[in-house]
């Protein structure tokens, strides 16, 4: 049976815009999100299946071979490096295409290490862990925002109950992991974001924060709003830099959707 099918993993701001584009297009597209709360930010799409729930490397086998897949779109978050890694063996193992769509880069992305004078920049990590080991050498409050996945690697830091302020998404999930590590009360914000300048100044300054850290996110992800907030509110900019990785640009994959369409005669 012909492999004429795209498959989305969606999870950014580029996967929502792939997704409203296929419908628009009338592709013949399934979507996938890891949680059903990631079904629900997509919105309403004419057209799509979207597909909640995440899945380990067989059943994305298993997915591909039932649905006809022929072209898999990776539109996963830049640190979900092994979903990422599971979609790409996936795709060769059942011998279809594979595209990998890149988030935009900061024309000025951070170049300092942790641990360096920043000089007013914001200072670069590697890792949480890496901020992490900086933050324990420092006083004053932090607020973190680099989801809840990695938020026990804070609790590093001596008294981490009083200093650090998470902010994490609005899922059971989330929430219900940041409270079992200690973080409730104001300690906790749970919120969707990208956020707006204006919030993450405020909240900066509600919490008395002297360290803002998150991911280098890109313009989608709201980080020149998180730059500016933290260089209002006085407070240190440490960035997670992301790992650097291979890919096509947002309109580089639609064309690739187009013509992996046509040549099936599907569009």
């Not at 649905?67 to 979609?87: K, M, Y």
Request: aromatic share 6%; proline share 2%; hydrophobic share 35%.
């Amino acid at each position: 049976m012909k492999k004429d099918k795209i498959w989305i993993f969606a999870g950014t701001t580029e996967g929502r815009l792939l997704t409203r584009y296929a419908s628009q297009m009338k592709m013949k597209c399934c979507v996938s999100t890891a949680t059903e709360y990631g079904k629900s930010v997509l919105g309403e799409n004419e057209g799509i299946r979207v597909i909640p729930g995440r899945m380990d490397q067989s059943k994305m086998r298993a997915f591909i071979r039932e649905n006809n897949i022929g072209l898999a779109v990776d539109a996963t978050h830049p640190f979900a490096r092994q979903v990422t890694e599971n979609i790409c063996a996936a795709c060769e193992e059942e011998k279809i295409k594979y595209v990998r769509c890149l988030r935009e880069r900061e024309t000025n992305d951070p170049a300092d290490h942790a641990g360096e004078t920043s000089d007013g920049r914001p200072i670069s990590a590697a890792s949480v862990e890496e901020a992490v080991e900086y933050l324990k050498k420092t006083g004053g409050n932090v607020l973190i925002s680099t989801g809840s996945k990695e938020l026990h690697l804070y609790t590093r830091i001596k008294d981490y109950k009083e200093r650090c302020f998470a902010r994490v998404l609005s899922t059971q999930e989330a929430v219900a992991e940041a409270v079992r590590l200690g973080f409730e009360g104001k300690h906790l914000i749970a919120m969707q974001g990208p956020y707006s300048e204006e919030l993450n100044l405020a909240m900066l300054k509600h919490i008395n924060a002297a360290y803002f850290v998150t991911k280098e996110s890109g313009g989608a992800g709201g980080f020149e709003e998180k730059k500016k907030a933290a260089q209002k509110a006085g407070a240190e900019l440490i960035v997670i830099a992301r790992p650097k990785e291979e890919g096509k640009s947002l309109q580089e994959v639609k064309k690739l959707m187009e013509e992996f369409l046509a040549k099936e005669n599907l569009l």
